[in-house]
């Protein structure tokens, strides 16, 4: 039987539905959230990042503002910048816009945001949340792609359910699906892979994380009862390293040529080569032998949209009380 397509789109809309509700409530106690995204410079890519934001959060009702710092602001001026936005009890949440200018330490201006307002949870403290078991503000693409495959209805893994199951379950740590569900996360960065294990890992899945060393990615991968890939390279797991009736969870983005049926580069509208957007996985193959598997795009893409309104609503709910 071909995979179930996982709706991306549909389960990060319920999340924003009920992020809705909850914005609209802080609101109507005079403590709604403003996110500020700060940029440096000049980017045209950033642009579009920035517009998308902004849309997303008023949609919402997330109050959003831009603040534009030169070309020439220093690595110290940022900090100051960042620190007049810690201390401002107005502000609840802060986004840096990437790439900063070339001679800007990325990392450390990052850091500089206060972990409260950190929404992108990349701040040591959040992710020392995430190995504590509190994905409050815990990294977005992670997150989201986490909460994708417990959206799923895979069946239990144990069955009848341990006592312990059941009471972990009443706890909300994990579901019956996850439960005991071997996981292999390929990639182990630190906004993805590495948090995206800890997640797992914390719902009572026993997790193998692959790398650029691991010597037998194939057969790690086979393994996975959910296997979740976030490696930026396109076609790196194929048909046959998918146990049959797995989660697939694609996070990487490509954008690779978009080839016709005739071998040849698509045109697109304006006459040039055409490219598409593809993830990790040989999607088409895949199908035949994965029991659920992320599109791409359409899968995890927003999600990460979701769980960054999300982390703006927390802390906003965190920072009002
Ligand atoms: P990254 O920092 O470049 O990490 C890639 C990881 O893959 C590294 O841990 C790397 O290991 C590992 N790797 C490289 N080659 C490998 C191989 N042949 N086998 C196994 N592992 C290998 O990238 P990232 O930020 O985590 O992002 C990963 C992908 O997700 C990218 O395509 C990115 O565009 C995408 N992404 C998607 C979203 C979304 O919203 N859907 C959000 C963020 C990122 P080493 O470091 O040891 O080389």
Redesign the pocket.
Known sequence: MPAQIIDGNAVADRIVAELAAEVAKLKAAGRGPLLVAVQVGENAASRVYIKNQKESCEKIGISYRLDELPATTTQADLAAHIGKLNADPRVTGVILQMPLPEGLDPRAAQRAIGFEKDIEGMHPANMGRVVYGDAAQAP??AH?AYLLARSLELPPSHDPLPEFAKRVIAAGKTTAGLYGKNVVV????????KPLALLFLDSFCTVSV?????KN?AEMARQADILCV????PG?IKAEMIKPGAAVID????RVPDIGPDGKQLLNKKGKPAMKTVG?VDYEKACAVAGWITP?PG???P??VAMLLKNVVEAARAARG
């Open positions: 977005c693409t989201g390929v990639g182990h960065s630190e906004i993805v892979g692959c790398h650029i060393a691991t990615l976030a490696v930026g390279k790196l996070i990487g983005i490509n990790d791409v899968g995890v893409g999600m990460t």
